[in-house]
């Protein structure tokens, strides 16, 4: 797998200032409160998946990481859905990884299997698939004129950006270390 994402984060390693990254906190002033918790206010730690992680990209700003982890690989959006009234309601997004697992902070899941979990949480039936930018920009009810950086504009300063983009990077190394555990086992 290629990874396209930059390997230096230049605003985070100089707020680090030779620190490890974890070690770093970034706040995050989301626009909206989070949907679970209505949190406005957040402190991440670059790599950390802690409540306020888990709290900002899994219940509100999941398009920023799935975002991210598309610029830097490429794969499709996964977007989940439940049926509400009658329609598809858009209710969160990862990415859809080459082994067709879902990838969102959380990790990598099954599809078949986060599905029926889905469908037990909602209490109506789900679905996961595969989509295009232009596809999460309908989901979004964005404009069509929407450029697919967008989401760097949404976050005001270049250190969240390094911050977010550095999640996605963490996330996808896990895959990248799966993916060599799976081929190395098969020889």
Request: hydrophobic content about 40%; aromatic content about 12%; glycine content about 8%.
């Amino acid at each position: 797998m290629s990874i396209r994402c930059a390997t230096r984060f230049p605003h985070l390693e100089e707020v680090a200032a030779g620190r490890p990254f974890d070690q770093v906190g970034v706040e995050f002033l989301p626009s909206h409160p989070t949907m679970r918790h209505g949190l406005t206010r957040l402190v991440l730690h670059p790599g950390v998946i802690n409540d306020d992680a888990d709290e900002f990209f899994a219940w509100g700003y999941c398009w920023l990481l799935a975002a991210a982890q598309k610029e830097a690989t490429g794969w499709s959006y996964g977007l989940v859905e439940r049926w509400r009234e009658g329609t598809w309601e858009w209710t969160h997004v990862g990415v859809i990884t080459p082994a067709g697992t879902f990838l969102d902070i959380r990790g990598y899941h099954d599809r078949d299997g986060l599905t029926a979990d889905l469908e037990a949480a909602y209490g109506v039936p789900t679905r996961i698939r595969m989509g295009t930018f232009a596809d999460l920009r309908q989901a979004m009810n964005m404009p069509e004129d929407t450029e697919p950086d967008w989401w760097l504009g949404t976050l005001g300063a270049p250190i969240l950006a390094d911050t977010v983009r550095y999640f996605a990077t963490h996330l996808l190394s896990r895959y990248e270390l799966k993916t060599s555990s799976h081929l190395a086992s098969r020889r």
